[in-house]
């Protein structure tokens, strides 16, 4: 059984470039450098004068997870240039049993 995690933060629309490529050098790195990461996937939508981001991240484990995330691994991580671009901090993120067929 394979997990995926999806976390979502909101930042301003005019940060959107810049949060993407910060994304990427910090949560994205992270999640691709965790024993039993399968896969990233960000998603980005803008509406009006917010921008969501999604990470959908696919793991092999929840031991795995823990690795990136910690033992509360059903918290949120982030980062501290995080405050610099979103408008609030999600506390947890979702968790899902993932099937492919």
Avoid at 4 to 23: D, F, K, M, N, V
Wanted: proline share 3%; glycine share 4%; aromatic share 16%.
């Amino acid at each position: 059984m394979l997990i995926t995690r999806i976390w979502h933060g909101i930042t301003a629309a005019h940060h959107a470039e810049s949060y993407l490529q910060y994304l990427q050098e910090s949560g994205i790195a992270d999640y691709k450098n965790t024993p039993g990461n399968l896969g990233v996937q960000v998603l980005r939508r803008v509406e009006a004068e917010v921008c969501h981001f999604w990470t959908v991240t696919r793991w092999d484990s929840y031991e795995s997870i823990k690795r990136f995330a910690g033992e509360q691994y059903e918290q949120a991580r982030y980062y501290p240039e995080d405050a610099q671009y979103l408008l609030e901090f999600e506390p947890t993120v979702l968790h899902c049993e993932t099937f492919e067929f």
